[in-house]
């Protein structure tokens, strides 16, 4: 079991399951397609516990830091997010 985690609230998810399941944390989701880049999240700590970045992400050049949620999924392990 994983967990994601913003600052101050967490929930769990199935290991290798889709960072989707942060919407029930606030992050905000559009075309779910890697296109529109409203997913785009900050994450604080956990990166390699996520799957490795898509094209998608690749194009859209988003830092080391940043990530689309819709296209990655946790593998195992503790993701938090830059969200209150
Ligand atoms: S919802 Fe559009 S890029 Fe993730």
Sequence with gaps: MAIIKTTTK?????DG?????SAEL???FGCHK???GKCATDV????????APSDAE???DLGPARRLMCQC???RGTVKLDLP
Excluded: F, R
């Design 34 to 36: 890697g296109v529109c």
């Design 17 to 21: 399951g889709s960072m989707e399941k």
């Design 26 to 28: 606030g992050v905000l």
């Design 58 to 60: 690749k194009a859209m």
């Design 44 to 51: 604080l700590s956990g990166m390699s516990n996520l799957s």
């Design 10 to 14: 967490s929930i769990t998810a199935i």
């Design 73 to 75: 999924v946790v593998k």
